[in-house]
C-alpha cells in the first residue's frame, strides 16, 4: 500500500507499543522481518487499557508518521475534525502530537 510518505509491504514488520497514561500508541515498521526501520506509524488515541490479555483503546483518527530520516506528518486532521472533538479531550489529543512530535525530532521514539 503505497501511503505517498511510506509503502507498507508485505512482509514487513510493526512493532507495537501501547501506554495506560498516554493519548498514542506507536508501530515500528520495518521492511520485512530483520529490515532497516521504515519509520513509526503513530495512532492518537485516548489512553489503553489492558485486560485479560487484550488491549483496548479509542482511536481519534489523527495521526503523526516519522519517518527514519527524520520527517514528520500529521495526518488525518479532516478525520479528527469530523469526529467533532472539542474540549479536555480535543487538547490531550493535540498535546499527544506535540509530544510525538518532539520525540521524534530527538530520535526517542522506541525502537
Known sequence: ?????TVFERGDRFVEYY???RWYNIFA????????LKG????ISQPAR??????????????????AEGEILVLDED????????GEVAEACWEAVAELKRLGTR???PR
Not at 478525520?79 to 472539542?86: D, I, S
Open 1 to 5: 500500500v503505497d501511503l505517498g510518505y
Open 19 to 21: 501506554y495506560e497514561g
Open 29 to 36: 515498521v520495518y521492511r520485512g522481518k530483520v529490515g532497516a
Open 40 to 43: 513509526w506509524y503513530c495512532n
Open 50 to 67: 489492558f485486560e485479560g490479555g487484550e488491549i483496548f483503546y479509542v482511536d481519534m483518527a489523527l495521526d503523526v508518521w516519522v519517518g
Open 79 to 86: 478525520e479528527f475534525e469530523a469526529l467533532g472533538v472539542e
Open 107 to 109: 530520535g526517542e521514539l
